[in-house]
T-cell receptor
């Protein structure tokens, strides 16, 4: 149980285009999901908190107009990278907090984005 | 704000030997502490967590960690490692009652036969 999926697992896009990444909790509901960014050989950096039915909360320094988050249902959150540039290339990871549930985030396997 | 320092970036260890991964945190308020493991091409998996109570926390796969408030540490230990323990290990902290996690830089554990 407590499985979180991400789609796609790997995507290449051209500079200037937008790409959407989906995060789904497969066997539980999650009012709250989180989006992280991980650079090679580095830690996870929290980008934003996604709340079902309300606007996402972004961490300081994260451009909310560039990284659009939509938490449309209790099992789905999406991250859209708009007008992508090579510096947006990274590993994007989501996590989900079960509702109700243990104080524990369940993580997806991540999506590798490469912008050419 | 809270922060996490993992003191070892890489830890090579022989199979069946013990291992300790060090984690120190900084926070002006009380915190919850976590250890996660990331196997190649997989998502993070929770090894154990400290929310309150006993300072010695037992987790999955034979791992345990000890919360030391005076030294602001939460070191992870395993008495005998297996080849399958080769992975990246992350220490994380959240402020009590808040769900947002701050992660350390990670420790790469490589177990050799």
């Amino acid at each position: 149980g407590a499985v979180v999926s991400q789609h796609p697992s790997w995507v290449i896009c051209k500079s200037g285009t937008s790409v959407k990444i989906e995060c789904r909790s497969l066997d539980f509901q999650a009012t709250t999901m989180f989006w992280y960014r991980q650079f090679p050989k580095q830690s996870l950096m929290l980008m934003a908190t996604s709340n079902e039915g309300s606007k996402a909360t972004y961490e300081q320094g994260v451009e909310k107009d560039k990284f659009l988050i939509n938490h449309a249902s209790l099992t789905l959150s999406t991250l859209t990278v708009t007008s992508a540039h090579p510096e947006d290339s990274s590993f994007y990871i989501c996590s989900a907090l079960p509702t109700p549930g243990p104080y524990e985030q369940y993580f997806g396997p991540g999506t590798r984005l490469t912008v050419t | 704000a809270q922060s996490v320092t993992q003191l070892d970036s890489q830890v090579p260890v022989f199979e069946e030997a013990p291992v300790e991964l060090r984690c120190n945190y900084s926070s002006s308020v009380s915190v919850y502490l976590f250890w996660y493991v990331q196997y190649p091409n997989q998502g993070l998996q929770l090894l154990l967590k400290y929310l309150s109570g006993s300072i010695l926390v037992k987790g999955i796969n034979g791992f345990e960690a000890e919360f030391n408030k005076s030294q602001t540490s939460f070191h992870l230990r395993k008495p005998s490692v297996h080849i399958s323990d080769t992975a990246e290990y992350f220490c994380a902290v959240s402020v009590t009652g808040d769900y947002k996690l701050s992660f350390g830089a990670g420790t790469t554990v490589t177990v050799r036969a």
